[in-house]
């Protein structure tokens, strides 16, 4: 029978470091990433490129990346990403496509993509960045779009690489199973893009809070 020292060491040990749903090597994959996001890049950002490391980080291995927008390989609009997606996918039947695409357009350039991918339950997450409404300045609410085409809507701080890696690894849950496309928007405010010293701030103080960060 275990000594009283002995169970006390035992509970010592493992609360030294808390539980994290986000693997280590993740969270040191996604800072590195983000620290390494140039000046330029950051001038061209749209508000989805933190999620979109962080969504990158949670996807497999052979899970396709599109990227959609003005200058992309994949086209300007999340429709012609999600046929660019279904083609890929063919080659990998179990996988699930990550489509990013910037800034959020107009509802003619989505809902038909939308539609198309929920009909048939297409294993695919789309990425877009949209900004808080204001009362001088309203934004798209793609709430509507669970009630409308069924598809999930998850909205995650567009600074936040860990709510993002979170809820990424659900809707690839929701996409393994067969149940469909993903729809997540990370949100910054109106005229803002995304902020790396806010982003590596919230991703460092979670590291250290879960004892994974490295001086």
Known sequence: MPTKTATKSRKKTAASKPFSL?????????????????????????????????????????????????????????????????????????????????????????????????????PLIYLVSNSLATKDRPAPDLRTLRAEFGVPVFSVDANDAIATYRVVTEALHTSRHQRGPSFIEALTLDGETVNRKAALDLLEGYMRRHQTWQE
């Open 22 to 122: 986000v693997p280590e090597a993740a969270q040191q994959n996604m800072y590195r990433a983000i620290e390494a996001l140039t000046t330029a890049a950051l001038r061209r950002a749209t508000g989805s490129e933190v999620a979109a490391i962080a969504a990158h980080a949670a996807l497999g291995e052979h899970d396709p990346v599109l990227l959609c927008g003005p200058r992309q390989p994949h086209g300007d609009t999340l429709r012609e990403a999600t046929v660019a997606a279904t083609g890929a996918l063919l080659a990998h039947p179990d996988a699930t496509a990550l489509i990013c695409g910037g800034r959020i357009g107009p509802r003619e350039e989505y809902a038909g993509a939308l539609r198309f991918a929920a009909q048939y339950k297409l």
